[in-house]
């Protein structure tokens, strides 16, 4: 079975930066897209970022040059840098996989979330 594990979140003060890890565990033979949501409480689950295959990127207007998403395809891992942090990225971040091939194929798998906090 596989599953994403996700690591670094954390209380930050704003302007400061942290470093989200998402790795995907089980056997696998590629995953197609990787990437972030984020859901701030009483809103809606946003696309943070997405890193395709073969490395092109896509950042929702609001994190554009400040977060940067990068992948590491032979080890099944997606990180997120995240600088500048303000308190409106204050949210819930999940790890997302889409197109996962393996002994089982998997449309769309999701991590269990991880918290950050950017407060003063």
């Known amino acids: 079975q596989v599953q994403l594990v996700e690591s670094g979140g954390g209380l930050v003060q704003p302007g400061g930066s942290l470093r989200l890890s998402c790795a995907a565990s089980g056997r696998i033979f590629s995953i197609n897209d990787m990437g972030w949501y984020r859901q701030a409480p009483g809103k809606q689950r946003e696309l943070v970022a997405v890193i395709r295959r073969g490395g092109s990127t896509s950042y929702a207007p609001s994190v554009k040059g400040r977060f940067t998403i990068s992948r590491d395809n032979a080890k099944n891992t997606v990180w997120l840098q995240m600088d500048s942090l303000r308190p409106a990225d204050t949210a819930m971040y999940y790890c997302?996989?889409?197109?996962?091939?393996?002994?089982?194929?998997?449309?769309?798998?999701w991590g269990q979330g991880t918290l950050v906090t950017v407060s003063s």
């Open positions: 997302n996989a889409q197109g996962v091939t393996g002994p089982i194929q998997y449309l769309e798998l």
